[in-house]
């Protein structure tokens, strides 16, 4: 009797063991900052989208090589150059168990139009939602759109239903520091769902069982994110086996993550461009001694730039990875030469003399913000900028601090001079222009405004004539980098390491796709 | 006989004469620690004179001499004895910088806490009554707070109240106010027991009887014979305040990295410490080490010969 008592609770024992080993499996994920909302349409930023894409789908979207694939729609035509058809998968149910059907993209797409949403110019000129069945959905464009798919790719589509019984059916208001329902919970068509959201400290992801698509790895269960700003910390908990996955591994300690028997690191060319942005439009700095503004003299904006000695951030902050910038676009953009990207001479004697000539001899005052959450060393790279713009005697004051802070009050207009980074995820210059130079652009803060980049962001959005666009990209790239509105400072590389027995495909956008995930 | 012993000797041969010289000449823990802390203090409020760099002058910097390492080291370079941080600044330069800002930090505060705690406790045992009581379960409740959340506390109040334009520059007597508010209760105790002996012996019952003012027999009369444990609790509380001075620090919440303190500089350090850059926080770490320790040594001695009955 008590031998058969032992072999059954061995045997519960053991099929406990067996069972939690084969299928519950997690991923524990860190990087520096968290996603800043849970509301898709709210915030257009790096990691809050890559939180938003394990849950939410768009009608298509970029896989692994990131070229553009059917998701939400299984296929479109054009039945003119104005107006496309979108036909939608059928069965896709949102992780509620509610059924995904043209009102709830209809509904999505004129959110993400909303005065409130930041993705508005992302889609500025779809000028008409229509739903045509339960299964079709109509875009009409103001003007013929090339780059339509690209920007819908992240558009996420979120349920109506959800949206209306939780009050959410308006984007969150981010920037005016709103909080929703719809910002700390999520509810999309997407492979996971969250269960457990407390910012800045842990998100964990459940598996969707309503999901339509297919896993790679079936045993992959939750996805826990535990941000961990400081990056010794990061890296510590990496090596001691408490997180399975950095998505931002500080650069200092890649080879000591790499020489970990049980862990290994892969780099690759991210798509995205530091740079600095200096306000050319306020008549005095809010930060300045000179009771003037002195970026409004494109010699100040030159001085700065070639007081900047690029190589030593390359060497000595990056350790190597990164590559120096000369216009706020990458390889793989369309629009993007290798001519443009060359940068102008580190010279820091003309450097004097431009400023001397300029009328400020003795420098300048000036305010440097700076976020200490986002880009890879990006407090370490400004003060590095701090060193070097103080030998021609601009005397910069840093003042760095967390992203979400960092962005709002960029977005209040109370920077003089701050870093910001730009990727750019639908890989054609437009997009660069339509934000950062196009005349009173939301994240335009260098208050850049030329007439005829303006006309040739038009040319852009309509031109379907391939050569004419291009020409127009071309010209209006060489405009803004004449007049050096912004200071670029070079092109990121971003690192992932993971354990071993991990895979998560790397991607150059530096979004990791779960679904893709895999155990070794 | 001893007036006429004063009056014939000057100060310095009465303290050649006291027992406390004697004890000192004797020990020599007392003088090395005594020898150490007179190095770093002379080489800490003299920086400017004792280091060939200034860390904080930009154009004095190069970058690309970051992360040199110290100069008995196969890369190192002469001029940078302890190595170089990753903005190019000497680590020895920006450690004498950052630990007189530690050492002011430590003294104001424990100078703070000394001048409060001893005026409540003296008052109180003077005093005695419902004064004492409250006074004494004020600080039974101090005590029951963690001197390093008290800390964080007033920190945290500060940013409330205070704009950020301002806080950099606050940020020092924010952080010597927080130090010293959580320190003050060893004080208050030490100095209400001592008062409570003190005040029933006879020369204050004299003073008290020809007319004396309370405050002139507390401050005149009682406070320089209660002074040797108060020194001994002063002295060691120094390291404890500089210690809690670097532990904020550390932590993000004191001074400014702008203005590095011993604590800010093992903060920025710790970042490289996987990548084998060990002597951008080693150094400051094994600098506040000595400091800590000299400083308590030199308590330690003193607590020996101010306290009469652990003289052998």
């Known amino acids: 009797m008590k031998f058969k008592n032992f072999i059954k609770i061995f045997f519960a024992i053991l099929f406990v063991f067996v069972s939690t080993h084969s299928y519950a499996k997690t991923i524990k994920w860190s990087m520096q900052g968290d996603s800043l909302t849970l509301d898709p349409h709210a915030q257009n930023e790096g990691p809050t989208t ?78 008409d939602v229509k739903e045509i069945d339960n299964y079709t959905v109509q875009v ?142 306020a008549d005095k700095l809010r930060s300045g001694n000179t009771g003037d503004n002195p970026f409004k003299k494109k010699e100040v904006r030159q001085a700065l730039y070639q007081a900047i000695d690029i190589e030593a951030i390359k060497k000595k902050v990056m350790r190597g990875l990164s590559e120096p910038a000369g216009i706020i676009t990458f390889p793989g953009v369309n629009g993007y030469t290798q001519d443009l990207d060359k940068r102008l001479p580190y010279d820091v004697d003309a450097a004097k003399k431009l400023l001397a000539d300029a009328g400020y001899p003795k420098g300048f005052d000036v305010e440097l913000r700076c976020p200490n959450d986002r880009y890879v060393n990006d407090e370490a790279i400004c003060t590095a900028v701090v060193g070097m713009l103080g030998k021609i005697g601009v005397n910069v004051n840093l003042f760095a601090q967390t992203k979400s802070k960092h962005f709002k009050e960029l977005k209040e207009d109370k920077g003089d001079f701050y870093m910001l980074g730009w990727g750019v995820p639908t890989l054609d210059s437009h997009y660069v222009f339509h934000y950062l130079y196009e005349s009173g652009a939301s994240w335009n803060k260098v208050n850049f405004s030329n007439s005829e980049v303006d006309a040739a962001i038009r040319v852009m959005e309509g031109e379907v004539d391939l050569d004419k666009r291009n020409a127009a990209i071309a010209n209006a790239w060489k405009i803004v980098k004449d007049d050096i509105s912004y200071l670029p400072l070079h092109h990121q590389v971003i690192s992932w390491a993971t354990k071993k027995n991990v895979d998560v495909p790397i991607r150059p956008n530096n979004e990791p796709l779960f679904r893709f995930a895999s155990f070794k | ?148 959340l008290m800390a964080l506390l007033v920190d945290g109040i500060a940013r409330g109240i205070i704009s950020r334009e301002m806080h950099d520059e606050m940020a020092i007597y924010v952080l010597i106010f927080a130090i010293g508010i959580s320190e003050w209760p060893q004080f208050a105790r030490v100095s209400r027991a001592a008062t409570l002996v003190e005040k029933n012996k006879d020369y204050v019952s004299a003073s008290s009887i020809i007319g004396v003012s309370n405050l002139l027999i507390m401050f005149k009369h009682i406070l320089p014979n209660i002074m040797r444990p108060i020194l001994v609790i002063g002295t060691i509380g120094l390291a404890l305040a500089i210690i809690a001075e670097s532990t904020l620090s550390f932590l993000g919440v004191g001074v400014p990295p702008t203005t590095p303190s ?50 052998k």
Not at chain 1, 54 to 69: F, H, K, N, P, W
Request: contains cysteine; glycine residues 6%.
């Open chain 1, 50 to 127: 890559q939180v938003s894409r394990q849950v939410y789908e768009a009608l298509v979207t970029r896989g692994l090589d990131m070229s553009i694939e059917p998701q939400l729609a299984t296929d479109w035509k054009t039945t003119d150059p104005n107006t496309w058809v979108f036909n939608l998968r059928k069965g896709v149910k949102f992780s509620d168990g509610t059924d995904m059907t043209a009102k709830d993209v209809v509904f999505s797409i004129l959110r993400a139009k909303q005065p409130t949403s930041d993705f508005k110019e992302y889609i500025s000129t779809i000028s």
């Open chain 1, 140 to 281: 009409s464009t103001s003007k013929p759109n090339p780059i339509l798919l690209n920007q819908l790719s992240n558009i996420f589509i979120m349920s109506k239903k959800w949206s209306i019984d939780f009050g959410a059916t308006v984007s969150q208001n981010w920037d005016g520091g709103e909080e929703t329902f719809s910002a700390t919970n999520a509810m999309g068509t997407g492979p996971f769902k969250i269960t457990l959201r407390e910012p800045n400290t842990k998100t964990v992801f459940e598996r969707n069982s309503n999901w339509w698509g297919s896993m790679k790895d079936n045993s992959l269960s939750e996805i826990h994110l535990l941000p961990i700003k400081n990056s010794a910390t990061r890296v510590a908990a990496l090596l001691s086996g408490e997180v399975d996955l950095v998505t931002d591994a500080p650069v200092q300690d890649l080879a000591r993550i790499g020489n970990s028997a049980d862990h290994e690191v892969v780099s690759t060319a991210q798509m995205r461009t530091i740079f600095l942005g200096m306000d050319q439009a």
């Open chain 2, 1 to 148: 006989m001893l007036q006429v012993d004063n009056k014939t000797l000057n100060s310095w041969e009465r303290l050649r004469d006291s027992d406390i010289y004697f004890s000192f000449i004797k020990s020599p823990t007392a003088i090395v620690s005594s020898v150490i802390l007179l190095i770093i203090f002379f080489c800490s409020f003299f920086v400017e004179f004792v280091t060939p760099h200034n860390p904080f002058d930009p154009a004095s910097l190069s970058l690309m001499e970051a992360f040199t390492p110290p100069s008995w080291t196969e890369d190192g370079m002469a001029k940078f004895i302890l190595g170089t941080d990753g903005q190019g600044r000497d680590m020895l330069s920006t450690i004498l910088y950052g630990s007189r800002i530690s050492l002011i930090v430590g003294f104001s505060a424990i100078i703070f806490s000394l001048i409060l705690g001893v005026s409540l406790g003296l008052t109180a045992g003077y005093f005695g009554g419902k004064y004492e009581m409250i006074v004494m379960r004020l600080t039974d409740v101090q005590l029951t707070v963690p001197s390093i």
């Open chain 2, 262 to 311: 011993l604590g800010t500089l093992i903060r920025l350090g710790n970042d490289f410490l996987f990548s084998g850059e060990w002597w951008i926080t080693f150094f400051p770490a094994i600098f506040l080490v000595i400091l800590a320790f000299s400083i308590n040594l030199l308590g330690d001695w003193m607590r020996d010969t101010l306290n009469p009955r652990l003289k």
